[in-house]
């Protein structure tokens, strides 16, 4: 039976998110002038984690973490092959919360970090050199925690596409995906949730981006000789 499992929202946060994570991921790698782009990817990134959470809560019924998220029980019946659903399994729902923490903590300590160059986090004037530095330390550790979240990620990706035959991707692109039984119709979401969700998401990234920071004081004047 097909039956539509992710919204268009949903959707668009996914592959918007993959799009601005490898932005970010080149572009530290790049460095130098490229790091003014890593620092809008990772805006981007916090304003899509924001969504993506108020999505969880307003979003249609398949994208609220109230329908994935599940305890050990449901763990346990997965594992058993007693799990039956259309979307998230309760170990890949595991995932999905552990790649958003992640993310979050990523973009988060990036605010504050800096390159010992030219680039320092939109927050950096809140906290001092020496704890900007013990923060862009834990910054770059991360960065290895997530590629290897990432790789787990894709692996099991091509693991249900090449041995359980089951797409996972193009359902992420249609939104629709075949299923053995008829789950329950999709509910909740829409264009008001939408505009909320975008709006709370706006708002954090005006003030991740420091916007309401004070303006830097002016450059002290020189005086010059009167010649």
Excluded: C
């Amino acid at each position: 039976m097909r039956v539509r499992v992710w919204d268009l929202p949903l959707r668009l946060f996914h592959w918007l998110l993959v799009t601005a994570v490898v932005t970010a991921f080149v572009t530290a790698k790049v460095g130098g002038n490229a790091m003014d782009w890593h620092g809008r990817a990772g805006l981007l990134i916090i304003g899509l984690l924001v969504f993506r959470v108020v999505w969880g809560f307003l979003g249609s019924s398949n994208a609220r973490f109230a329908s994935f998220v599940r305890g050990p029980a449901a763990i346990r019946a997965y594992l058993q092959g007693k799990w039956q659903g259309a979307g998230h399994n309760p170990l890949g729902a595991l995932s999905v919360l552990a790649m958003l923490a992640l993310f979050a903590a990523q973009a988060a300590t990036g605010l504050f970090a800096n390159d010992d160059v030219a680039f320092e986090g939109y927050l950096y004037p809140l906290v001092s050199a020496a704890v900007s530095e013990r923060i862009t330390g834990i910054h770059k550790l991360l960065e290895s925690a997530l590629i290897l979240l990432v790789l787990l990620h894709l692996g099991a990706v091509t693991f249900y596409t090449r041995i359980k035959k089951e797409s996972l991707v193009l359902p992420m692109i249609t939104g629709w995906k075949e299923v053995p039984m008829e789950p329950p119709t999709p509910r909740g979401g829409g264009f008001i949730a939408f505009i909320v969700a975008t709006l709370i998401a706006t708002g954090v990234v005006y003030v991740a981006a420091g916007q309401l920071l004070p303006p830097p004081p002016p450059p002290a004047a020189v005086e010059t000789p009167a010649w």
